[in-house]
């Protein structure tokens, strides 16, 4: 339980809201409680029944709810003056607002609903609250002059920071669904016991391994074996007799499995392995027991870089990916960033880097193209800095905007091309994002937005991280792709660039799509007649 305390004004009701949407807990103010319980207001029954009186009911009150389901928990100003709440609240995480007088006093101005706003010696009830309130939290944040959110994305950093990895507390990712810690470093399956939050409900842990991904599986399977849970390791078929890798039939299997083993909501699930993987245990993790817990280890650099940042989850369809889907965040992610380098599908994941970098980091983009030759193969601290700021870049966008009203749309650059071109020609899958990201650049400049040279570094990069920048698609093989993938809405959608590190969504004319398909066929060379320049 959370537990906001602090004196009037300070802040309570408005950062708990925001504490709760982002830690994924419902809110609950005390005081409300008493008043829907009592059918009078707090003013009300402190005229009936004295402040010695309302003080008994608020004490009974409060450890009902501490009691109950865990939450957000706001109490008023004065229910800390109540030894036996504060012996509760010994047991919970207390954050106590500190605010100035001065400041409580201008922010709750004339209001009536607080039965000692207007009562002579408030100085000296202040006063003799602020040593209460300081010795009964573990928690405290200072209000005075500062902007609720602050406040609150602060508090969040502090109660998500459970354990530090090489002297980094992690990369906080704060949306509304629940907010959580990502660690990145070399080696670390043997840390990731210790760096999952306090879990009191579980008493079974299943390690969900993806094919090709069984070692790293019973390695993290060994990691949380101290905890007080019966530990499983599930794998995920690798056979041709498998159903497909991102498919209901693998979802039902797997929750088939879980009930035989007696898994319940309270429970913890462990995704390890690359983007189909990660994909079906977070969508396996939010319909079992209608949600349940789960923390990730992508082990691909595709994973690391985005399908594991943001608790978006999906399966396929036969007539096109990802077509069901749905958000939920895990509690952890840790990314062992040495597993991904030497698989395959190592160039996906720098497509997905430099799309951040175009997207959103001139730095980045500095940052890849110097450092090309180490990034590609591998070398660990050139490698360990452009996934740790690619996942910030994502982290930041996904804190703002979980369900795609706004910049998270923007990550979709590049990938409305891609999609399109793997459905039309699977053969293409390995360099797909690079081949939309450059076909994209195309549409930009087409459409007048994109200049030439902002091209030119859309190919340098890319060509830089070894990945491919020309490839010849007509607009037919692509149009039944495009009219079903799943960011259509009234027509294609394309995320484009009004210049590096500025997108912005697109619909543009079939003409203008077409043209950028013969921009991408050209290649290196000039642009197709009738570009602008």
Not at 74 to 98: D, K, Q
Not at 411 to 438: C, K, V
């Amino acid at each position: 339980m959370i537990v906001l305390i602090g004196f009037m004004g300070a802040g309570k009701t408005t950062i708990g809201r925001i504490l709760a949407e982002r830690l994924g807990l419902p809110f609950v103010d005390s005081d409300l409680v008493i008043e829907h319980q009592q059918r009078r207001s707090i003013a009300t029954l402190f005229d009936e029944l004295g402040e010695p009186g309302f003080r008994q009911l608020e004490e009974r009150t409060i450890a009902d709810l501490l009691d109950g389901q865990a939450c957000v928990l706001s109490l008023g100003g004065g229910a800390c003056g109540s030894a036996a709440t504060r012996e509760i609240l010994r047991r919970h995480t207390v954050i106590y607002l500190h605010v100035e007088l001065a400041e409580a006093l201008a922010r709750v101005g004339g209001d009536t609903y607080r039965p000692l706003l207007g009562k002579p010696g408030l100085d000296d009830l202040y006063t003799r609250r602020l040593d209460v309130y300081a010795t009964t939290a573990s928690v405290t944040s200072f209000t005075t002059g500062r902007r609720v959110e602050d406040v609150a994305f602060e508090i969040l950093a502090r109660l998500t920071a459970t354990a530090e990895l090489d002297g980094s507390p992690g990369i906080l990712v704060a949306p509304p669904g629940g907010s959580y810690r990502v660690h990145v470093g070399h080696n670390v399956l043997a840390e990731l016991g210790r760096l999952l939050p306090e879990l009191p409900d579980v008493r079974h842990i299943a390690v969900i391994s993806g094919p090709g991904d069984e070692g790293p599986g019973a390695r993290v399977a060994e990691a949380v074996a101290g905890r007080r849970a019966a530990v499983h390791h599930l794998r995920l078929p690798a056979d041709a007799g498998a159903a497909p890798a991102r498919s209901l039939e693998q979802v039902g299997a797997l929750a088939g499995r879980l009930a035989e083993l007696g898994v319940h909501r309270g429970d913890l699930l462990i995704g390890v392995g690359g983007e189909p993987t990660i994909d079906v245990v977070g969508f396996l993790s939010a319909t079992y027991h209608r949600g349940m817990q789960f923390a990730l280890v992508p082990t691909t650099l595709e994973a690391m870089a985005d399908s594991a940042i943001g608790g978006k989850n999906a399966v396929d369809l036969p007539q096109g990916p990802s077509l069901l889907g749905l958000v939920h965040q895990p509690v952890l992610v840790v990314c062992d960033a040495g597993l991904a380098t030497g698989r395959p599908d190592y160039p996906a994941g720098l497509a997905e880097i430099a799309k951040h970098a175009l997207l959103a980091d001139p730095e980045l983009l500095h940052f890849l193209t110097d450092r090309a030759d180490g990034i590609t193969t591998g070398e660990p601290a050139a490698l360990l800095h452009a996934v740790r700021r690619s996942i910030e870049i994502k982290a930041d966008i996904v804190t703002s905007d979980e369900r795609e009203q706004g910049a998270r749309a923007h990550l979709n650059y590049g990938h409305t091309f891609s999609r399109a071109f793997i459905a039309a020609r699977p053969d293409h899958a390995d360099g797909a994002l690079s081949l939309g990201m450059m076909a994209a650049a195309h549409l930009s400049h087409r459409l007048g937005w994109l200049d030439a040279a902002a091209v030119d570094a859309h190919r340098a990069l890319l060509t830089a991280l070894g990945l491919p920048t020309s490839a010849r698609f007509s607009l037919d093989e692509l149009e039944w792709w495009l009219d079903r993938d799943k960011k259509y809405r009234d027509g294609w959608r394309f995320i484009v660039l009004r210049g590096l590190g500025d997108p912005a969504e697109a619909r543009p004319p079939r003409e203008a799509v077409e043209s950028a398909l013969a921009d991408l066929a050209a290649g290196a060379g000039a642009p197709a007649p009738g570009a602008p320049r």
